[in-house]
């Protein structure tokens, strides 16, 4: 985060005519951190907070930060499994480099045999067959359209799986060439999709919004005719802006955008999930996960734990990307009313469903350390939970 936030954040208080111990009261934030950001002393601190920090100042969230990112990409170095991906995306083989040639088929058929690895967040073993199948669509896009289609869809797929893992800078990469090369309308709108999370993930809300609503406006269907694949691409894009909007301080927005997608989510009359593309899964019940979370970011933990409850999340995949943020948020939510043992459980089980998934959610290290924060001692399995989140001890 710019270290900016403190002297915005000070003339917005000073305007306001507040003292820092009355944003404090008013915005839940300790006194000791707004001193700090406000001194210069921490340039660093969650979406959330600002959110909470400009909710309480009556000022749009983007007001007071720039060059924010609600999870900062992972360190060069910290993660070293992606740098072949990584390398593959900007350094494209030449075919004149290569012994024996990919086939068009070959690739294709590749890439859908990697399908369950993307939507099973297998990332150990996408780090390892991801460079040579990257560097084959290359080759087999300079074929023609077939080839190209081959390759638009495997860097949405890298994309989406970068952004997942935080690396930042390289799903950037992969998404704009996709949407770049895209001939498919909707398909396009599922990498716009992913776009969006991505700029959501860097705390870039006023983009995300912006980019969420024009796609939304410009793939709306007739809804009495509407295909489920035509359904989806809109519901996604406005559960995008809405994402953007709650955080942004924009409640109205939010709640007309999610109150769009419900309605997209009605006439698709139960969840979407084709077989041969997880990123289009979309329905009724991923739109009340959304609902959930946009409370839990207006700070509503009662609110998240009823519509959890109500919540029919028995038919989605364990490892559901979807499904385990949701999850996280229903963790939070047993946390800020102090019941640490089910948050504990919840947790434990998300680290039983997703392994690999977990590790790469800080909303998952703040949930965890403030319940550490809070015990004199910490069980073996507590600890053993700290490590798989990668809470520092």
């Given at each position: 985060m710019s270290a900016d936030i403190g002297k915005r954040l000070q003339e917005v208080r000073k305007r306001r005519g507040?003292?820092?111990?009355?944003?404090?009261?008013?915005?839940?934030?300790?006194?000791?951190?707004?001193r700090k950001l406000e001194q210069g002393e921490r340039a660093d601190t969650r979406l959330e907070t600002v959110r909470r920090l400009a909710l309480a100042l009556r000022v749009p969230t983007t007001h007071l930060i720039a060059g924010h990112e609600e999870e900062r990409q992972a360190a060069p170095g910290a993660d070293d499994r992606w740098e072949a991906v990584r390398q593959a995306l900007v350094a494209p083989v030449r075919s004149d480099a290569v012994a024996e040639e990919p086939t068009v088929d070959g690739v294709r058929d590749a890439v859908e045999a990697a399908?369950?690895?993307?939507?099973?967040?297998?990332?150990?073993?996408?780090?390892?067959?991801?460079?040579?199948?990257?560097?084959d669509a290359d080759l087999v896009a300079e074929h023609g359209p077939e080839g190209r289609a081959v390759r638009v869809r495997l860097s949405q797929l890298t994309g989406w799986l970068l952004t997942q893992t935080r690396q930042f800078e390289a799903a950037d990469t992969a998404l704009t060439r996709s949407l770049d090369e895209s001939s498919d309308r909707l398909q396009a709108a599922a990498t716009v999709n992913t776009q969006c999370w991505l700029l959501l993930r860097r705390g870039r809300l006023a983009e995300a919004r912006e980019l969420a609503t024009r796609w939304a406006d410009e793939v709306e269907p007739r809804i009495s005719r509407a295909t489920p694949a035509e359904l989806s691409a809109w519901g996604w894009l406005l559960l995008r802006a809405s994402a953007a909007a709650i955080r942004d301080n924009r409640p109205g927005e939010a709640e007309d955008a999610l109150r769009y997608a419900n309605s997209a989510a009605v006439a698709m009359g139960r969840e979407f999930a084709p077989r041969d593309d997880f990123l289009q899964a979309f329905g009724p019940v991923t739109v009340a996960l959304k609902r959930a979370e946009n409370a839990m970011i207006v700070d509503k933990p009662d609110l998240v734990l009823k519509l959890s409850a109500r919540i029919p999340t028995g038919g989605m995949r364990p490892t559901s990307n979807n499904r385990n943020r949701h999850l996280l948020d229903v963790a939070e939510a047993h946390a800020r009313s102090r019941d640490y043992a089910k948050t504990v459980e919840v947790l434990q089980g998300i680290r039983a469903a997703a392994p690999q998934w977990l590790p790469n959610q800080r909303y998952a290290r703040d949930i965890f350390g403030r319940v550490i924060a809070r015990r004199r001692t910490l069980t073996p399995e507590m600890r053993r939970l700290a490590d798989a989140i990668g809470v520092p001890l």
């Open positions: 507040m003292t820092q111990r009355q944003l404090a009261s008013e915005s839940g934030v300790s006194l000791s951190l707004i399908l369950p690895l993307f939507s099973g967040d297998r990332f150990a073993e996408l780090s390892v067959i991801l460079p040579p199948l990257l560097r």
